[in-house]
């Protein structure tokens, strides 16, 4: 584990992307023992999980938190959409962070397990609920998050997930 501040970045989080810089007082309170979008971008629930500090464990409820995510993520497009058309890339950076970090949770979330970023490739292709080549088209994303065409492709996994997300309800109902 690397030492940043007052926490310890477990291996499970590690992802040169999303360089966390990450303060004991950010993951303070009461805050996290119920949903709360803020700060998603450092996976907070999972950060506190890998830690062994008891708090909310969104993946244990999707079809109540999921839905949060998606709307967070139409939030995030809405104010994307302007950046990019007026190819401000520097404004955009912290947003597609957090739409690149909304994405995962998602992912991970509807699949009823914690973000793992340590080999999320592997991981990402055992999922049951996913997209077509997610792990592809994530990795030209991570590579390139200031290109438009990588704002659009996470756009469309967005849908996809959200899409992967519904079949998942309903095959869940059929149990």
Request: aromatic letters at 12%; glycine letters at 2%.
């Amino acid at each position: 584990m690397n030492k940043v501040g007052n926490i310890d970045i477990p291996a499970q989080l590690k992802l040169e992307y999303f360089d966390h810089k990450i303060t004991a007082a950010e993951l303070e309170g009461e805050q996290y023992n119920s949903l709360c979008m803020e700060r998603l971008d450092i996976f907070p629930y999972e950060l506190l999980h890998y830690t062994g500090i008891a708090a909310f464990k969104p993946w244990k409820q999707p079809e109540e938190t999921v839905p949060s995510l998606f709307a967070q993520w139409k939030n995030i497009r809405s104010e994307l959409e302007p950046l990019y058309q007026q190819r401000d890339v520097k404004a955009a950076a912290p947003l597609m962070k957090q739409g690149i970090a909304l994405c995962f949770s998602a992912l991970f979330w509807m699949n009823e397990e914690p973000v793992t970023l340590m080999q999320w490739q592997e991981k990402t292709a055992s999922l049951p609920f996913s997209t077509v080549n997610f792990a592809e088209r994530m990795q030209f994303i991570l590579q390139r998050p200031a290109l438009f065409q990588s704002f659009k492709t996470l756009e469309q996994l967005m849908i996809e997930l959200e899409k992967a997300f519904a079949r998942s309800l309903i095959k869940k109902k059929k149990r």
